[in-house]
């Protein structure tokens, strides 16, 4: 099992962008990052290999997130810009033992979650 700890997040305007972190505490495989709006299911944002060369992206993702890890430090960022109130939403990161794209969307293939950090983008 792996403790993830989640950091960033905060209110902002449409067209910011925002930094979210997620630290693990040792070395992780495939993270991934979900988010969940109020009163909405949980859905995949983006998902990172465990040697960071592979990445996939939900199409609302796709052009404006970018996934990235630093494997230095076990940590693995999610850079959101031009930012929408459509964005708005509780994030999650994710960590699974294998990198499948089909099926990171997949929230059962998940083992470990991180705490959730909060985004909220103002109009």
């Given at each position: 099992?792996?403790?993830?700890?989640?950091?960033?997040?905060?209110?902002?305007?449409?067209?910011?962008?925002?930094?979210?972190?997620?630290?693990?505490?040792?070395?992780?495989?495939?993270?991934?990052?979900?988010r969940q709006a109020p009163g909405k299911e949980r859905q995949?944002?983006?998902?990172?290999?465990?040697?960071?060369?592979?990445?996939?992206?939900?199409?609302?993702?796709?052009?404006?997130?970018?996934?990235?890890?630093?494997?230095?430090?076990?940590?693995?960022?999610?850079?959101?810009?031009?930012?929408?109130?459509?964005?708005?939403?509780?994030?999650?990161?994710?960590?699974?033992?294998?990198?499948?794209?089909?099926?990171?969307?997949?929230?059962?293939?998940?083992?470990?979650?991180?705490?959730?950090?909060?985004?909220?983008?103002?109009?």
């Amino acid at each position: 099992q792996v403790q993830l700890r989640q950091s960033g997040g905060g209110l902002v305007q449409a067209g910011d962008s925002l930094r979210l972190s997620c630290a693990a505490s040792r070395r992780t495989y495939a993270v991934s990052w979900f988010r969940q709006a109020p009163g909405k299911e949980r859905q995949f944002v983006a998902t990172i290999s465990g040697s960071g060369d592979m990445t996939h992206y939900a199409d609302s993702a796709k052009g404006r997130f970018s996934i990235s890890r630093d494997s230095a430090n076990n940590t693995v960022y999610l850079q959101m810009n031009i930012l929408k109130p459509e964005d708005t939403a509780v994030y999650y990161c994710a960590a699974r033992p294998t990198y499948y794209s089909k099926t990171a969307s997949d929230r059962r293939t998940y083992s470990d979650w991180g705490q959730g950090t909060q985004v909220t983008v103002s109009s």
